[in-house]
């Protein structure tokens, strides 16, 4: 093991790039501060070191940490990344940062009640009015609204950066619905998992007492004072860049994880739908903006949303947290005037500095912009997210005019920054350690007329040496945020985050479970049966396929044939191999297997179950556990590696298709023990047996309804058991040449066998009468009727009656219309438990009216 | 001369739907030359919840839910509203209203008063009215001068828009762009006032958007039919030192005693009549209609019924 001192790592550390670094200083001696931390990092030596980062790089795909980019070429859920070097600040300097965040908050929290209440900072002409009208920020419909809570601003986020006079600057306030706290935690455990040597002899302050006061502001700030106030989480979905995040502190915090359409405005209140009927919502903990939470009284296009929900903000029945319409503080504008507005309400200085900033509605401040644009970076006051920020030295003299004109065409909407170099931090790379420049998040949550502090934060690190923007989106890393004191002290035993928690129990049991997550979990359910029904089908036909090479039989090109029409039937994706374009089809069957598999687009395809599955999956990631995660996504990359050219390669699509059957097989297994009825388990189930046994029928309808000849007739049942993977137990159980009747017996009939339709139904039936009643009466509910209708018909079959064959000798007619009810059954099984369990109410729709005809 | 005014709205569902939200903004307003004497809002159903507010601009919107299913949704609201035009400041009396010119207007609005700070923000971009295009500023260029007063540059452009627009209700929608109604030259009376509002505030005027009612009259000789009024819409301008100044583009007259305002809005988006989420699927049809009478006041009916 190579063993270096901490000096050699910087050896050439400032090679390519110089700057104002947080340890290593100009004499090239370090920062005392970061002394014992990187110490304890060099006694690792570099080889043990990049294993780590390996290990964590590991740890934390396995914890399936991700973030999402819209419109991301790489598709959803790109892995987080977490340099293993943590950032760190001494307790001194950090009490300073606190006093500020807590100053800053309060102000803004001032700022806030005055823009929605008084006016008093437009009126008085200490802010210019335009920062705040032309803001898409402000909302008017919020004007006026009043809460109980003393406060408004319940959780306020900044971005610091240390800035060439060695303080921390603002760079940015956050308060729609900052993000980042939970990647702080999960960063926290992972870097305590992966290398705890680097906390030897280091006292790092912990989060843990920070989620406590969040944890008691969204109990403390329900409006009834309740004992066990409902608390949801309300999340855009997973196409969100942090939904991870929402999942994440969803299960953290113990808060049911909600979507726009799980919740409903009655009665002036709001509620959650679940499966036994809806329940009052008394906080919402949201992290969908601004104007998407109300499509009613904000954005009309919005399904994110809850309709109605701004009004029942005003009847104080419910507290969403941060208040609707506090995005308006995001504004850069504000930052000129910060320090006349934190003297006008507080009488006090700011402590935290900010950037020399320059608002263009002012004449004097807009000639000036104008004339050192080059030396500035330009962002509009509403939208300070990275595209819409310019550096204007990068910019050539054409968009530099475009940029100007825009300007001068609404100079109120626009601010301008002096550019400032923040400071770097060491970064882990292969080989040695590079310096890379570094923002820290910082969070505030309201408590007690003050504001808690996270000690520490979530550290952004850029992606180039050179890169001046910093963001998640484009491909930076993360870092651990440490606040240490100097008091010698071992690690101290690690704290669990556990705290007395009377409200999360409230929430569970089956009853409770909210209706978007029991449709989902139900919707996975029906499309894993599918997948494998699908795949275990198509590879039996493939099977099929090459024997029939090898032996050359003629009845093996006519049931071929059979068996390629029920492909098409099973998976409805038609005409395939019916109808006129049959011959084509037979020609070259590998073709439309290929679609069959792996056509996306179209609906019934193996591709096209897989990527509904997905879906659903995402939408529940609080629920899996990590092993479900890893195998998923073992599955995941198997299909998308696949080689397209491959496609119509029968040994190879068996081979993927082995595969692909082995770990779904292996994920259903996991599901059910890793899941509890109470969380929604029973609708998975529900929904896995109503997809297996309406495919069973449509196999058994495709293969059986048409008599045929004894050599076919014995190709087909072999083939319909094979892909039933029933072969070996019908030898078990009759121990005889393959004979409809006893096939029929086996696959539909037999009462014991798991893989029946008629066990299959009765397991449906027995699920179905567990899922919570919604009155007190005796009286069956339509889906009880309708689960019962489809057992009744197959307890009242028989065997040799289904077996029969009609005058014509070629149709099992009664075979037919038999399973043909059974199927619409469950069909309106389905329908019926969709609207009671998880319609509780209807698709949304704006009433759009043109009412002035005149 | 006092109004009694009817103005109902209906929906017909072709599917019930299970529930619905709403806002109603259709209450009169009153200020000097306004008074709303009586004021009645009917739901049918009745609905589950009802709130009224004052919203941002001092309208006062009615909340309502319908919380069980329906086919069919009538919300009706009376009024009676007492007009007296002369008691408002006299627009074409005020020296200071007719003469103030457009660079004195763009001078004045620097002041930071209350007023003023009000007025601006009608300056800014709105839902239906943001990014003001070079061809609006264009057709508003044609009639604002630096030195020409603000009044009669604003009165040609109203009567510019009366007599180069075509009215025609089959044309657009509410979410029809300023742009197009510009480009197309036809609409209805929300089109006209939002393309005046736009103009207006292309040359650095504060404008806002009025929502109201119309009193027709019908013609010589014939009876007053039922319900053929209608719903209305026009703008209004900030003039400094003077205040705001309606104009009805569609009918080319300064609004006097034949129209009642409603509400005061950045564009119609502030201030629909009539808006809702609705949880259902399949169509529905709406039909309005507006009867505006004049209301013989009580002295008078006394002595008829004394005759």
Same mark, same amino acid.
């Given at each position: 093991?190579?063993?270096?001192?901490?000096?050699?790592?910087?050896?050439?550390?400032?090679?390519?790039?110089?700057?104002?670094?947080?340890?290593?200083?100009?004499?090239?001696? +370090?920062?005392?501060?970061?002394?014992?931390?990187?110490?304890?990092?060099?006694?690792?030596?570099?080889?043990?070191?990049?294993?780590?980062?390996?290990?964590?790089?590991?740890?934390?795909?396995?914890?399936?940490?991700?973030?999402?980019?819209?419109?991301?070429?790489?598709?959803?859920?790109?892995?987080?990344?977490?340099?293993?070097?943590?950032?760190?600040?001494? &307790?001194?300097?950090?009490?300073?940062?606190?006093?500020?965040?807590?100053?800053?908050?309060?102000?803004?929290?001032?700022?806030?009640?005055?823009?929605?209440?008084?006016?008093?900072?437009?009126?008085?002409?200490?802010?210019?009015?335009?920062?705040?009208?032309?803001?898409?920020?402000?909302?008017?419909?919020?004007?006026?609204?009043?809460?109980?809570?003393?406060?408004?601003?319940?959780?306020?986020?900044?971005?610091?950066?240390?800035?060439?006079?060695?303080?921390?600057?603002?760079?940015?306030?956050?308060?729609?619905?900052?993000?980042?706290?939970?990647?702080?935690?999960?960063?926290?455990?992972?870097?305590?998992?992966?290398?705890?040597?680097?906390?030897?002899?280091?006292?790092?302050?912990?989060?843990?007492?920070?989620?406590?006061?969040?944890?008691?502001?969204?109990?403390?700030?329900?409006?009834? *004072?309740?004992? *066990?106030?409902?608390?949801?989480?309300?999340?855009?979905?997973?196409?969100?860049?942090?939904?991870?995040?929402?999942?994440?502190?969803?299960?953290?915090?113990?808060?049911?994880?909600?979507?726009?359409?799980?919740?409903?405005?009655?009665?002036?209140?709001?509620?959650?739908?679940?499966?036994?009927?809806?329940?009052?919502?008394?906080?919402?903990?949201?992290?969908?903006?601004?104007?998407?939470?109300?499509?009613?009284?904000?954005?009309?296009?919005?399904?994110?949303?809850?309709?109605?929900?701004?009004?029942?903000?005003?009847?104080?029945?419910?507290?969403?947290?941060?208040?609707?319409?506090?995005?308006?503080?995001?504004?850069?504008?504000?930052?000129?005037?910060?320090?006349?507005?934190?003297?006008?309400?507080?009488?006090?200085?700011?402590?935290?500095?900010?950037?020399?900033?320059?608002?263009?509605?002012?004449?004097?401040?807009?000639?000036?912009?104008?004339?050192? +644009?080059?030396?500035?970076?330009?962002?509009?006051?509403?939208?300070?997210?990275?595209?819409?920020?310019?550096?204007?030295?990068?910019?050539?003299?054409?968009?530099?005019?475009?940029?100007?004109?825009?300007?001068?065409?609404?100079?109120?909407?626009?601010?301008?920054?002096?550019?400032?170099?923040?400071?770097?931090?060491?970064?882990?790379?292969?080989?040695?350690?590079?310096?890379?420049?570094?923002?820290?998040?910082?969070?505030?949550?309201?408590?007690?007329?003050?504001?808690?502090?996270?000690?520490?934060?979530?550290?952004?690190?850029?992606?180039?040496?050179?890169?001046?923007?910093?963001?998640?989106?484009?491909?930076?890393?993360?870092?651990?945020?440490?606040?240490?004191?100097?008091?010698?002290?071992?690690?101290?035993?690690?704290?669990?985050?556990?705290?007395?928690?009377?409200?999360?129990?409230?929430?569970?049991?089956?009853?409770?479970?909210?209706?978007?997550?029991?449709?989902?979990?139900?919707?996975?359910?029906?499309?894993?049966?599918?997948?494998?029904?699908?795949?275990?089908?198509?590879?039996?036909?493939?099977?099929?396929?090459?024997? =029939?090479?090898?032996?050359?039989?003629?009845?093996?090109?006519?049931?071929?044939?059979?068996?390629?029409?029920? +492909?098409?039937?099973?998976?409805?994706?038609?005409?395939?191999?019916?109808?006129?374009?049959?011959?084509?089809?037979?020609?070259?069957?590998?073709?439309?297997? =290929?679609?069959?598999?792996?056509?996306?687009?179209?609906?019934?395809?193996? =591709?096209?179950?897989?990527?509904?599955?997905?879906?659903?999956?995402?939408?529940? %990631?609080?629920?899996?556990?990590?092993?479900?995660?890893?195998?998923?996504?073992?599955?995941?990359?198997?299909?998308?590696?696949?080689?397209?050219?491959?496609?119509?390669?029968?040994?190879?699509?068996?081979?993927?298709?082995?595969?692909?059957?082995?770990?779904?097989?292996?994920?259903?297994?996991?599901?059910?023990?890793?899941?509890?009825?109470?969380?929604?388990?029973?609708?998975?189930?529900?929904?896995?047996?109503?997809?297996?046994?309406?495919?069973?029928?449509?196999?058994?309808?495709?293969?059986?309804? +048409?008599?045929?000849?004894?050599?076919?007739?014995?190709?087909?049942?072999?083939?319909?058991?094979?892909?039933?993977?029933?072969?070996?137990?019908?030898?078990?159980?009759?121990?005889?040449?393959?004979?409809?009747?006893?096939?029929?017996?086996?696959?539909?009939?037999?009462?014991?066998? &798991? %893989?029946?339709?008629?066990?299959?139904?009765?397991?449906?039936?027995?699920?179905?009468?567990?899922?919570?009643?919604?009155?007190?009466?005796?009286?069956?509910?339509?889906?009880?009727?309708?689960?019962?209708? &489809?057992?009744?018909?197959?307890?009242?079959?028989?065997?040799?009656?289904?077996?029969?064959?009609?005058?014509?000798?070629?149709?099992?007619?009664?075979?037919?219309?038999?399973?043909?009810?059974?199927?619409?059954?469950?069909?309106?099984?389905?329908?019926?438990?969709?609207?009671?369990?998880?319609?509780?109410?209807?698709?949304?729709?704006?009433?759009?009216?043109?009412?002035?005809?005149? | 001369?006092?109004?009694?005014?009817?103005?109902?709205?209906?929906?017909?569902?072709?599917?019930?739907?299970?529930?619905?939200?709403?806002?109603?903004?259709?209450?009169?307003?009153?200020?000097?030359?306004?008074?709303?004497?009586?004021?009645?809002?009917?739901?049918?159903?009745?609905?589950?919840?009802?709130?009224?507010?004052?919203?941002?601009?001092?309208?006062?919107?009615?909340?309502?839910?319908?919380?069980?299913?329906?086919?069919?949704?009538?919300?009706?609201?009376?009024?009676?509203?007492?007009?007296?035009?002369?008691?408002?400041?006299?627009?074409?009396?005020?020296?200071?209203?007719?003469?103030?010119?457009?660079?004195?207007?763009?001078?004045?609005?620097?002041?930071?008063?209350?007023?003023?700070?009000?007025?601006?923000?009608?300056?800014?971009?709105?839902?239906?009215?943001?990014?003001?295009?070079?061809?609006?500023?264009?057709?508003?260029?044609?009639?604002?001068?630096?030195?020409?007063?603000?009044?009669?540059?604003?009165?040609?452009?109203?009567?510019?828009?009366?007599?180069?627009?075509?009215?025609?209700?089959?044309?657009?929608?509410?979410?029809?762009?300023?742009?197009?109604?510009?480009?197309?030259?036809?609409?209805?009376?929300?089109?006209?006032?939002?393309?005046?509002?736009?103009?207006?505030?292309?040359?650095?005027?504060?404008?806002?958007?009025?929502?109201?009612?119309?009193?027709?009259?019908?013609?010589?000789?014939?009876?007053?039919?039922?319900?053929?009024?209608?719903?209305?819409?026009?703008?209004?301008?900030?003039?400094?030192?003077?205040?705001?100044?309606?104009?009805?583009?569609?009918?080319?007259?300064?609004?006097?005693?034949?129209?009642?305002?409603?509400?005061?809005?950045?564009?119609?988006?502030?201030?629909?009549?009539?808006?809702?989420?609705?949880?259902?699927?399949?169509?529905?049809?709406?039909?309005?209609?507006?009867?505006?009478?004049?209301?013989?006041?009580?002295?008078?009916?006394?002595?008829?019924?004394?005759?």
């Amino acid at each position: 093991m190579t063993k270096l001192p901490v000096t050699a790592f910087f050896k050439n550390y400032f090679k390519d790039f110089k700057n104002y670094d947080e340890v290593l200083k100009s004499d090239m001696s +370090i920062n005392p501060k970061w002394e014992k931390l990187l110490t304890n990092f060099s006694d690792l030596g570099i080889d043990e070191l990049n294993k780590r980062q390996d290990d964590l790089d590991w740890l934390l795909s396995e914890n399936g940490v991700t973030y999402n980019v819209y419109n991301d070429p790489k598709g959803l859920n790109r892995p987080w990344n977490l340099n293993l070097i943590p950032f760190v600040i001494n &307790a001194d300097e950090w009490k300073t940062v606190e006093k500020g965040l807590q100053q800053r908050a309060k102000l803004l929290d001032l700022v806030l009640k005055d823009i929605y209440g008084k006016q008093e900072l437009v009126k008085n002409g200490i802010v210019p009015s335009e920062i705040i009208f032309a803001h898409r920020g402000f909302l008017r419909p919020c004007h006026q609204i009043q809460y109980k809570i003393a406060q408004h601003l319940l959780i306020y986020s900044a971005d610091l950066a240390r800035g060439p006079d060695g303080r921390m600057w603002v760079v940015n306030d956050r308060a729609e619905a900052p993000s980042g706290m939970g990647y702080a935690l999960e960063n926290r455990f992972s870097i305590q998992q992966v290398v705890p040597d680097f906390f030897k002899e280091i006292n790092v302050k912990q989060p843990f007492g920070f989620f406590k006061d969040l944890n008691d502001l969204l109990v403390n700030s329900a409006t009834q *004072n309740k004992e *066990n106030p409902t608390i949801v989480i309300l999340t855009p979905g997973p196409h969100n860049e942090t939904y991870f995040e929402h999942a994440y502190l969803s299960s953290f915090l113990g808060y049911p994880l909600v979507k726009g359409n799980d919740l409903v405005v009655r009665e002036d209140k709001v509620w959650i739908k679940t499966l036994k009927g809806l329940i009052q919502v008394d906080v919402i903990y949201r992290r969908v903006d601004d104007a998407y939470t109300d499509p009613l009284e904000l954005k009309g296009d919005s399904y994110l949303g809850v309709t109605g929900l701004l009004n029942v903000v005003r009847q104080k029945n419910v507290v969403v947290m941060n208040p609707i319409g506090s995005g308006v503080l995001e504004n850069p504008g504000l930052i000129p005037f910060m320090n006349s507005v934190c003297k006008y309400f507080l009488e006090e200085e700011l402590i935290l500095p900010q950037i020399a900033s320059w608002w263009c509605g002012q004449e004097k401040e807009l000639e000036f912009v104008l004339e050192n +644009i080059k030396k500035l970076v330009v962002k509009p006051i509403d939208n300070t997210h990275r595209e819409h920020i310019y550096f204007c030295e990068f910019l050539t003299d054409d968009e530099i005019e475009a940029l100007k004109k825009e300007i001068l065409a609404k100079p109120f909407r626009y601010v301008a920054q002096e550019k400032i170099s923040f400071s770097t931090a060491p970064n882990l790379t292969k080989k040695h350690l590079e310096p890379r420049k570094v923002m820290c998040r910082t969070f505030a949550v309201a408590k007690e007329n003050s504001y808690s502090i996270m000690p520490g934060g979530l550290v952004r690190v850029a992606a180039e040496k050179e890169e001046l923007k910093l963001s998640s989106q484009k491909g930076g890393t993360s870092k651990d945020f440490w606040v240490t004191n100097d008091l010698k002290s071992s690690l101290k035993k690690r704290k669990r985050y556990h705290w007395h928690h009377s409200v999360s129990n409230s929430f569970a049991g089956i009853e409770n479970l909210p209706s978007n997550t029991a449709e989902n979990l139900f919707w996975s359910g029906r499309y894993l049966a599918r997948t494998l029904v699908t795949a275990r089908y198509v590879r039996m036909v493939l099977n099929q396929m090459s024997d =029939a090479e090898f032996n050359k039989r003629e009845s093996d090109q006519e049931s071929l044939h059979i068996l390629y029409q029920s +492909i098409t039937h099973l998976t409805s994706i038609f005409p395939g191999f019916t109808g006129k374009n049959k011959e084509n089809a037979f020609k070259n069957p590998l073709k439309e297997i =290929a679609t069959v598999l792996f056509d996306k687009t179209q609906i019934g395809s193996l =591709a096209h179950a897989l990527f509904s599955f997905k879906n659903s999956y995402y939408s529940l %990631r609080n629920l899996w556990s990590r092993d479900m995660w890893r195998v998923y996504d073992m599955l995941q990359k198997e299909w998308e590696c696949f080689d397209k050219d491959d496609h119509e390669n029968i040994p190879k699509v068996t081979k993927l298709l082995d595969s692909i059957i082995t770990k779904l097989i292996a994920f259903i297994g996991l599901i059910e023990e890793s899941i509890l009825v109470e969380q929604g388990l029973l609708l998975y189930f529900i929904g896995l047996q109503m997809e297996f046994a309406t495919m069973t029928i449509d196999k058994t309808r495709a293969l059986l309804s +048409i008599s045929h000849h004894e050599d076919i007739e014995y190709e087909i049942l072999e083939s319909l058991l094979n892909s039933h993977e029933s072969l070996n137990i019908y030898r078990y159980s009759f121990r005889s040449y393959l004979d409809i009747q006893n096939v029929i017996q086996l696959i539909l009939l037999d009462k014991s066998y &798991a %893989r029946s339709l008629k066990y299959q139904l009765n397991r449906i039936s027995k699920d179905i009468f567990k899922l919570p009643k919604r009155t007190e009466t005796n009286e069956l509910t339509n889906v009880q009727k309708h689960i019962l209708k &489809a057992c009744e018909i197959i307890e009242n079959t028989s065997a040799s009656a289904l077996a029969k064959v009609d005058e014509n000798k070629i149709k099992r007619a009664d075979l037919d219309s038999l399973l043909a009810s059974i199927s619409d059954a469950i069909h309106e099984t389905s329908m019926s438990l969709t609207d009671m369990y998880f319609n509780h109410s209807k698709e949304q729709k704006q009433l759009i009216n043109q009412n002035h005809t005149y | 001369m006092i109004f009694s005014l009817i103005h109902k709205t209906s929906y017909k569902y072709n599917n019930a739907i299970s529930y619905c939200h709403n806002l109603a903004i259709v209450k009169p307003r009153s200020f000097k030359g306004q008074e709303l004497l009586d004021y009645q809002l009917e739901i049918e159903p009745k609905p589950t919840t009802f709130k009224e507010n004052i919203d941002f601009f001092g309208n006062s919107v009615a909340h309502f839910s319908i919380e069980k299913q329906l086919k069919e949704l009538t919300v009706i609201a009376t009024s009676k509203v007492k007009r007296c035009y002369e008691e408002q400041n006299d627009v074409l009396q005020s020296k200071v209203c007719k003469e103030t010119t457009l660079a004195e207007a763009h001078a004045k609005l620097k002041i930071i008063t209350p007023t003023i700070i009000d007025a601006k923000q009608f300056l800014l971009d709105s839902m239906f009215i943001k990014n003001i295009s070079s061809q609006v500023h264009e057709y508003a260029a044609v009639s604002f001068q630096k030195n020409r007063s603000v009044f009669e540059a604003t009165n040609e452009l109203m009567k510019r828009i009366f007599s180069e627009f075509k009215f025609d209700s089959g044309f657009s929608t509410i979410a029809t762009p300023v742009d197009e109604v510009l480009e197309e030259k036809k609409g209805v009376c929300q089109d006209f006032a939002q393309v005046a509002i736009a103009c207006l505030r292309s040359v650095g005027l504060p404008a806002r958007y009025v929502s109201g009612y119309i009193e027709t009259l019908p013609p010589p000789g014939k009876e007053k039919l039922v319900g053929t009024d209608a719903s209305h819409a026009w703008f209004s301008v900030f003039i400094p030192n003077f205040g705001w100044v309606d104009f009805d583009p569609t009918n080319d007259q300064i609004p006097k005693n034949q129209h009642i305002t409603t509400a005061y809005g950045r564009d119609y988006y502030d201030v629909p009549p009539l808006k809702g989420v609705v949880y259902g699927s399949g169509k529905s049809t709406m039909s309005v209609s507006v009867d505006i009478r004049p209301v013989k006041n009580d002295n008078q009916q006394q002595q008829q019924q004394q005759q």
